[in-house]
């Protein structure tokens, strides 16, 4: 017998810390316990790995063993690999997985009414039914009762008073039903049927394998994910659906309940503790089924994982880049292949990489070309602002004006697209032109003017709009510079009056639930112009959509980042996709100063082809992912020369190693953050090896001396700044 075990904290250290072990049996690897850390009392997990060679009576005894399933073998191992793969402490990682404090002992019984089998005094039509039901069929809840009945809660209480119910504590049930497989099972197209045969074929036999569903918006991708499901459900399995977060919408929700009669579980931010740990449970011990979350849900305890769905796959929210970076698609492959689990991703506009595994043969590869039933895609039309300028101080052309003019007249919906929010980027004294700046950072102060704020987007430093220019005094000269949301509202509002217009953005208060309500709302038809950011690019469906229109089409392209181009092609292929969703004619415009620009090009003449080869040529062409692989390495410190002479140090230590190369250090193009100093280097790798042998290497040649320097790294760096 092992009087010592190792138990992995999820602080950030790199190995587990080693315990006495006092506790009956044997310790489980997996098994969640908890233990003294200082002077905290911590959850951790027992891990397969050699306890340190010390006395057991010098160690701290593990407490407690908590009466829950020890996380699977396959979850262990995936939390070493995020953890290698991300350059980031295996304690770190556990330290997503263990997200539910109250769930790691039984859920509490609660109580419960039966019947006793007494008549009451005086019987009522109400009191009858109640009986009736609660004779019939074990114990309620009070409120499940009554709703049953369809009496008040009163009703219930004076049966209870009179001895005719009676209260039991019994044990927590599961709190999403058991989706039902052939509940809502729809009738599928040929193309539809051929898809989902193949994919309920892989969930059926348990396999690893990558498929990426490829389908314009509105094939039908979230039905036929939907029969791989079904499947994995009656071969008994858990699955899990990751959609970016803002699409998990009561939208999403209802419709998983019309096809499997039940809500699949729900794991996102704006979900109550409570039902955070209740979830947590029991997916651990096996009794919810179908879970759909935000990325994070990725770390959830499943007993036995069965199919992973990534939604809109080529999404940029799938990456963290918050203590451990990591990229939700990567890391669900990893997670589908410890777990001898299908993966599908879904997309109408694949990321490069998938794309890329797909035509090597690494992915199944399925192509929906068409909208299912009358839907037919949008006509694209390009607006070439040199032609059709709207008036000074305007931003919607003429073309537009009257294309929204005759979507409000014939009831339907126009959404109005640009990835800015607030009022204006700059501000600026007419007079001496000042700009307005963020103190902690450097970025110009964007004005959001429903609020009267200058707002930085970066560290959230707000102040308000003065009257007078703080450099010259002058009052009253201050000048907004360019669009955003609120001042496309603001000429929304002017132009059509009598129009329901509503802004989203995801600064206008609220929070994440706000704006699913909103996004609810337009489904339904509730307003007639909405203005938005990208938040209304992601997957929704908005039945009564009929123009969409992009006013800055060339916002993106002028970004410096290597996937411009494909962020630009996605997400105005999605935005105008939401156009024309159920049937009808329906258009999409592209206000733009570079009409001839391939990627408009591509999306005007509805040839993604044309993108896709273009692209894959010119990544291969240039080493980009996936054909080479990049790292990010961001140096900060509180004072700039400290961030510049570790930055110029690790460039220095870089280890020697053919095919493997270092930019930089240059200043970051957001060169203070939150008042620290940033340097950048990008690793690049001429092969998609491995690199993380490579990078403890140098990481271990360049010690962090003192205290303010921070050094961060990013593997497969989505965002440049
Ligand atoms: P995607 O996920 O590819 O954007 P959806 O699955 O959302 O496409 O389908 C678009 C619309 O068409 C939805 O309203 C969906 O319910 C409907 N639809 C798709 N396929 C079928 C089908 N076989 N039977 C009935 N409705 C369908
Ligand atoms: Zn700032």
Redesign the pocket.
């Known amino acids: 017998m092992s009087p010592t075990v190792s138990v992995l904290l999820p602080i950030p250290v790199e190995r587990p810390y080693t315990y006495r072990w006092e506790a009956e049996g044997e310790p489980v690897p997996g098994q969640i316990v908890q233990v003294p850390l200082g002077n905290r009392q911590v959850a951790g997990c027992i891990w397969a790995h050699a306890p340190d060679d010390v006395a057991p009576d010098k160690l701290k005894p593990v407490r407690r063993v908590f009466d829950c399933p020890p996380l699977t073998e396959s979850l262990q191992s995936f939390i070493g690999w995020v953890a290698r793969y991300t350059l980031s402490p295996p304690g770190m990682v556990l330290r997503m997985v263990l997200r539910a404090p109250g769930a790691y002992e039984p859920l509490p019984p609660h109580e419960a009414l039966r019947s006793t089998g007494l008549e009451p005094e005086r019987m009522t039509a109400a009191r009858s039914r109640v009986l009736s039901l609660a004779r019939d069929g074990g114990a309620w809840t009070k409120s499940g009762l009554a709703h049953a009945a369809g009496v008040s809660l009163g009703v219930i209480t004076g049966l209870a008073e009179q001895g005719s119910l009676e209260t039991v504590m019994i044990p927590a049930g599961p709190v999403v039903p058991l989706p039902d497989p052939e509940y809502g099972r729809?009738?599928?197209?040929e193309e539809?049927r051929s898809v989902a045969g193949d994919l309920s074929g892989q969930a059926e036999k348990g396999e690893f394998v990558v498929s990426l569903v490829d389908?314009?918006?509105?094939?039908?991708?979230?039905?036929?994910y939907f029969e791989a499901i079904a499947a994995a459900v009656e071969a008994g399995r858990q699955v899990l659906i990751l959609l970016p977060e803002i699409a998990l919408t009561s939208t999403f929700l209802d419709?998983f309940e019309a096809r499997f009669g039940a809500r699949p579980g729900e794991w996102h931010s704006d979900i109550s503790p409570k039902k955070r740990e209740q979830l947590w449970r029991q997916v651990a011990t096996g009794e919810i089924r179908v879970v759909a979350g935000a990325r994070s849900a990725l770390f959830l305890p499943f007993a036995d994982l069965g199919l992973i769905i990534v939604?809109e796959e080529h999404d940029p929210a799938y990456k963290q880049e918050d203590r451990v970076f990591y990229h939700a698609r990567d890391m669900a492959i990893v997670r589908g292949q410890l777990s001898k689990a299908p993966v599908i991703l879904?997309s109408?506009t694949p990321s490069i990489e998938s794309r890329v595994n797909a035509d090597r043969g690494r992915y199944h590869y399925y192509r929906?070309e068409s909208?299912?039933?009358d839907?037919v895609l949008p006509d694209i039309h390009r607006i070439d602002m040199k032609k059709y300028t709207p008036p000074r101080g305007k931003f919607i052309s003429p073309v537009l004006h009257k294309a929204i003019g005759g979507a409000l007249e014939a009831g339907q919906q126009s959404l109005l697209f640009l990835n800015r929010r607030g009022y204006a980027p700059l501000t600026l004294c007419r007079v001496c032109g000042h700009r307005f700046q963020c103190p902690n950072c450097s970025s110009w102060l964007v004005e959001h003017r429903f609020r009267r704020q200058l707002q930085c987007h970066h560290c959230g430093h707000a102040e308000p709009v003065p009257e007078a220019c703080p450099e010259c005094g002058t009052l009253d000269h201050l000048v907004a510079c360019g669009p955003g949301v609120e001042r496309i509202a603001e000429e929304v509002y002017g132009a059509f009056p009598e129009a329901r217009t509503l802004v989203l953005s995801s600064d206008l208060g609220g929070g994440v639930k706000w704006l699913r309500l909103e996004l609810d709302a337009i489904a339904k038809g509730e307003c007639d112009i909405v203005i938005g950011t990208q938040l209304v690019a992601k997957?929704h469906?908005f039945?009564l959509m009929s123009v969409v229109g992009v006013i800055d089409a060339d916002l993106g392209l002028a970004n410096g980042d290597p996937r411009a181009a494909e962020r630009t092609f996605q997400l105005l292929s999605q935005v105008t996709?939401r156009a024309g969703?159920?049937g009808g004619a329906s258009a999409g415009y592209l206000q733009t100063y570079q009409p001839e620009h391939p990627v408009i090009a591509a999306i005007a003449a509805g040839d993604r082809e044309a993108f896709y080869e273009r692209e894959i040529a010119a990544r291969q062409a240039t080493g980009l992912p996936p054909f080479g692989r990049l790292a990010a390495v961001i140096v900060s410190a509180a004072n700039r020369a400290e961030a510049e002479s570790h930055a110029r140090a690790m460039r220095k230590a870089v280890p020697v190693t053919c095919g493997v190369s270092v930019l930089g250090p240059a200043e970051a193009p957001l060169a203070i953050l939150r008042e620290r100093h940033r340097f950048r280097l990008l690793v690049h790798a001429e092969t998609p090896a491995q690199l993380h042998h490579w990078f403890r290497d140098w990481l271990n040649r360049c010690p962090i001396a003192r205290g303010s320097l921070k050094v961060q790294v990013d593997i497969d760096p989505m965002s440049f700044v």
């Open positions: 729809p009738a599928l197209s539809q389908g314009v918006t509105g094939s039908g991708k979230t039905e036929i419709r939604d879904a109408a929906l909208r299912y039933g839907a997957g469906h039945p996709g969703r159920s």
